[in-house]
């Protein structure tokens, strides 16, 4: 069982209001990730971390923003929710990678819906 | 342009059949292919990971088989159970990047039914 925690796991919010998804893990991970996924379809990257104070953008655009103050914490802020943030978004956490061969760990997810 | 390709998209099975799905892949260069398993409003779980000189590789009931040269995957589960009731997910990764990149298939959802 993976040590990777997201809160809430339920969310429905008003359009224009602002919300933090919260990620922790305790594996003392270097990377994390944030994922968007749609019913039904991939995964997409949308925000990525290589370590303390280290954020880049995935591949799927994304108006959410993140940080990385704190190895175990990587938060997604949304400054202003719109129905088109309606999806599901997974945290996940991986070590230091080799070439490409790593593990990747996720968490349970958070549901978004605006209204 | 990198992809992964899952069939079927659903499929329905009785508990104790067997069943077997199919991926197929463009990535280049290829790195490694994952299978994984994600529950109903839960994050995926990683079932198997191949690099390109294993064909096979086994978690319990569950079976991977790579084929490098074709660019073919297939998960085969044996004897089902009603937990096996989730979508599968292929997931490759390539060596073009220092992040690993991933890149997902849409998954193909199984239910198992009593």
């Known amino acids: 069982e993976a040590d990777i925690y997201q809160t809430p796991r339920y969310l429905v919010i008003g359009t224009g209001k602002k919300i933090t998804l919260e990620c922790s893990q305790t594996?003392?991970?270097?990377?994390m990730y944030w994922y968007q996924q749609d019913p039904g379809m991939e995964l997409h990257l949308i925000h990525y971390?290589?370590?303390?104070?280290?954020?880049e953008k995935g591949d799927l655009s994304s108006e959410s923003t993140v940080s990385r103050i704190r190895t175990e914490h990587f938060p997604l802020t949304l400054e202003s929710a719109r129905p088109s943030h309606t999806s599901q978004y997974l945290c996940?956490?991986?070590?230091?990678?080799?070439?490409?061969?790593?593990?990747?760990?996720f968490g349970p997810g958070t549901r978004l819906t605006v209204t | 342009k990198n992809q992964v390709e899952q069939s079927p998209q659903s499929l329905i099975i009785l508990e104790g059949k067997n069943c077997t799905l199919q991926?197929?892949?463009?990535?280049?260069?290829?790195?490694?292919l994952r299978w994984y398993k994600q529950d109903t409003g839960r994050g995926p779980v990683s079932l198997t990971i191949?690099?390109?000189?294993?064909n096979t590789k086994s978690n319990g009931r569950y079976t991977a088989t790579l084929d490098a040269d074709t660019k073919q995957s297939s998960l085969h589960i044996t004897a089902s159970q009603l937990s096996d009731s989730a979508s599968y997910i292929c997931?490759?990764?390539?060596?073009?990047?220092?992040?690993?990149?991933?890149?997902f298939g849409r998954g193909t959802q199984l239910t198992v039914w009593p």
């Open positions: 996940a956490s991986s070590e230091q990678d080799l070439g490409g061969f790593y593990e990747q760990y």
């Open positions: 594996m003392g991970h270097d990377k």
């Open positions: 971390s290589y370590g303390v104070n280290s954020t």
């Open positions: 991926c197929n892949y463009t990535v280049s260069p290829f790195s490694n």
């Open positions: 191949m690099t390109f000189s294993e």
């Open positions: 997931v490759v990764s390539d060596r073009g990047s220092t992040l690993g990149r991933l890149y």
